[in-house]
């Protein structure tokens, strides 16, 4: 089973940077699936992007741009770069894991999810 701990949430103001980590421990799959969603209050929980082992990306399109999804070098960090934040950015953030290599950006079917890191943008 797969662990996983985001970190890196905050407060920022509008137009601000944040960067998000996420990391994974235990049995990781050969061929996996790696993802950031995120949860705003009152609202379903959405996807924001993904990331296979073989480093094929997904983004949710309205955050084309602005956000960027990477691994680190030892493939059990994974990372949300959050560039020019807005107000509507604010949610807990969770990061998510799957085997396989085919990843979207739904919220149903994966095996392992992380607790959340909280991400509040003031204007």
């Known amino acids: 089973q797969v662990q996983l701990l985001e970190s890196g949430g905050g407060s920022v103001q509008a137009r601000g940077s944040l960067r998000l980590s996420c990391a994974a421990s235990?049995?990781?799959?050969?061929?996996?699936?790696m993802g950031w969603f995120r949860q705003a209050p009152g609202k379903q929980r959405e996807g924001v992007a993904s990331i296979n082992s073989i480093g094929r990306i997904n983004y949710a399109e309205p955050l084309k741009g602005r956000f960027t999804i990477s691994q680190g070098n030892a493939k059990n960090i994974l990372y949300l770069q959050m560039n020019s934040l807005e107000p509507e950015d604010t949610a807990m953030y969770y990061c998510a894991a799957d085997p396989g290599l085919s990843c979207g950006l739904g919220t149903s079917g994966w095996r392992s999810w992380g607790q959340g890191t909280q991400v509040t943008v003031s204007s």
């Open positions: 235990g049995y990781m799959w050969n061929t996996y699936c």
